[in-house]
């Protein structure tokens, strides 16, 4: 009986050893269902990013679960219950899906792909300047205004003179009333008495001559006037005359005589011909330095001495002239009132040198005078006439204040003065700005009234 009981007890331990292994084999084949439905459940994008790090990550450096390392393989169905872990292998770049992130690029230096397309943003930054750029431009050649002829700057120069004449013509009869308002007008002007007189009388007589009943008939006439009165003092400046031709030039303080040496210098190298300036002005501080500025910007020589005696620099000049074969010498001289005696003694000693240098020279005297100084510039005028012998003035200003009848004053000989030639007349400060005086331009501008 014990023999029974001990084979149904072995029996027994078999069928649990049976029982156990069973287990053993069902939890084994449970496991490998979970391990594929997990595989099978991962997305493919999650997979090529896992693929594309594992470039970048050494072997040995590989690390995590068990899920997250078959995550990036194929897995296969396990031979048997026992097989080793799965091979690790990268699975191919999805194709259907871009990615949103950019790829990284292995190297020393992994920058991403999307770094150059900040270029297109900068040529589009740029575009828009250059466009903004070609606006501007475009508007400022819209509003730059075109430049001013000789004539209509003259016109704007002398506009205060022309209207007050161009008024007196406009609806009246042609009468004593209009001769009256003429008188009065011309006198305003600097006209002088003894060039107003002369100047109504002739109109008077064309008027009765031709029967002119209109007024505007009557301006007309009074512009051909003045322009014959104006005509003795026009005359052309002999450059060719002589070689070197010496010009010396003089004037009272802020006439502006340094600045119109350097138009005429520009003027003279327009005609093809060399020229040199004489620093003559050793009184006014900085008048040296002027001169050598407009020197610097012709390109013309400047014979100059600091402190040193006008008389000795002006010598020095014509020879230096003399042996460079300029054609122009110019002189310039310290500015000065007709009433300092002494100065004047000075400027009469300096031409006194200056034919010593060169026989017959100065060959030229030039006044500089203000256009705006009225009447008082035939008392400068008929003072430096006395003391150096004047050829040829130089009117300036006459885009100012200026009324512009002084030059009529100056064509009939008020207050004893010498009808002097009238070479070149200024309005403004540009180069050009210095033009030969015109007797008939000079008459229609200053009667033109706008």
Known sequence: ????????????????????????????????????????SVEPAESVELADSAQLIEPDELSGSAESVRATTPVSEPDSELDAAP????????????????????????????APQAAPAEALEAEVIATEAVDITEKTEATEKPKRSWFSRLRSGLARTGQSISSIFVGVPVDEDLFEELETALIMADAGMEATDALLSELRARVRKDRLTDAGQVKEALQEILAEHLAPLE?????????????????VNGAGKTTSIGKLAKTFQAQ?????????????????EQLIEWGERNNVAVIAQEGGDPAAVSYDAVHAAQARDIDVVMVDTAGRLPTQLHLMDELKKIRRVVGKAYEGSPHEVLLVVDGNTGQNALAQIRAFDEAIELTGLIVTKLDGTARGGILAAVASGTQGVRPVPVYWIGVGEGVDDLQPFDAQEFAAALLAGD
């Open 235 to 251: 005359k052309a400046f002999p450059l060719d005359a002589h070689h070197p031709l010496v010009v010396m030039i003089a004037g």
């Open 272 to 288: 093809d011909a060399s020229v040199l300036l004489a620093a003559g002005d050793t009184f006014r501080a900085a008048a040296r």
């Open 1 to 40: 009986m014990f023999r029974f009981f001990r084979r149904r007890k072995k029996q027994e331990q078999i069928e649990e050893q049976q029982d156990v292994a069973q287990e053993l084999q069902e939890k084994s084949s449970e496991f490998s269902d979970e391990s594929v439905d997990s595989v099978e």
């Open 87 to 114: 091979k690790i292998k990268a699975e191919p770049e999805a194709e259907s899906e871009p990615k949103a992130e950019p790829k990284l690029k292995t190297g020393p230096h992994r920058q991403p792909e999307s």
